[in-house]
């Protein structure tokens, strides 16, 4: 838990929320040309556990719930177990598209949670100074994500014919971990899965339902590993972190 933390509940002798991560592991790595992502090793060290270990070591992080493929229950399983990763309680089944795995993890989640992360996990660079700042903006206004300004120009088009081109300064590639209220979550993608509404991202099934959502600073680092190329990225930043 960080000094300011600390000060915020010596002050108000309220506990911290209780905050329960999802870390969403179930895709088929459909853009990867035949690699696992989840399990590919990148430095030394399978992705999943990357994308773990910075929620592991955060103070405001109270358990993680892994969803996952039925394949690779087991092996992530002994990775965090032989890693110490106490704070990872359960391993879930993921479903047949990504709202329904975030379903099956937030169903996981301890009830007592206050708030609940949802993150990528072939995100494997994202800090500890993203996430605890992500929280206390979740714990202020109920939704927040981080983000970074978008630096291509975007252009909207309709059977490749330019339609708009929305001004470049209020456009945000927005990542994860994503971090809301748990009984709001729960509802936006509940009602969103019963409507047969596939959102792309968690921010939008609380956004179809009237909620705001507040950006938090990002990282150019905190990028997701998709495709094979981003396998070189993912091995640039880790050798610049190292100092390699």
């Not at 209780?18 to 399978?46: H, N, T, W, Y």
């Not at 993150?119 to 983000?147: L, S, W, Y």
């Not at 396998?231 to 972190?241: D, F, K, P, Q, V």
């Amino acid at each position: 838990m960080g000094f300011l933390d600390k000060l915020w509940k010596k002050k108000t002798g309220e506990a911290a929320p209780f905050c329960s991560v999802v870390v969403v592991a179930a895709g088929q790595a459909s853009r990867m040309e035949g690699i696992d992502k989840i399990l590919c090793p990148m430095g030394g060290e399978a992705i999943v556990l990357r994308s773990v270990a910075p929620f592991q070591a955060c103070g405001l992080v109270d358990e993680i719930v892994i969803v996952t493929r039925e394949d690779l229950m087991a092996p992530i399983g002994t990775l965090c177990s032989q890693k110490g990763y106490d704070k990872v309680k359960r391993l879930v089944r993921g479903g047949a598209s990504r709202p329904e795995s975030v379903m099956a993890g937030l169903e996981a989640c301890d009830p007592a949670a206050d708030l609940i992360a949802i993150h990528d996990g072939a995100r494997p660079f994202v800090t500890e100074e993203i996430i605890e700042e992500t929280v206390r903006a979740a714990r202020k206004h109920h939704a927040a994500a981080p983000a970074i300004p978008v630096k291509d120009t975007i252009k909207r088009a309709v059977n490749g014919v330019v339609t708009e081109t929305p001004d470049r300064a209020e456009l945000f590639a927005v990542q994860t971990p994503q971090i809301f209220d748990a009984a709001l979550i729960k509802g936006a993608v509940g009602k969103a899965l019963q409507e047969g509404d596939p959102v792309t991202d968690d921010c939008s099934a609380v956004e179809r339902i009237g909620f705001s959502v507040v950006l938090t600073k990002g990282s150019e680092e905190n990028i997701k590993i998709t495709t094979p190329r981003d396998l070189i990225h993912g091995e640039a930043i880790l050798a610049e972190r190292m100092g390699k």
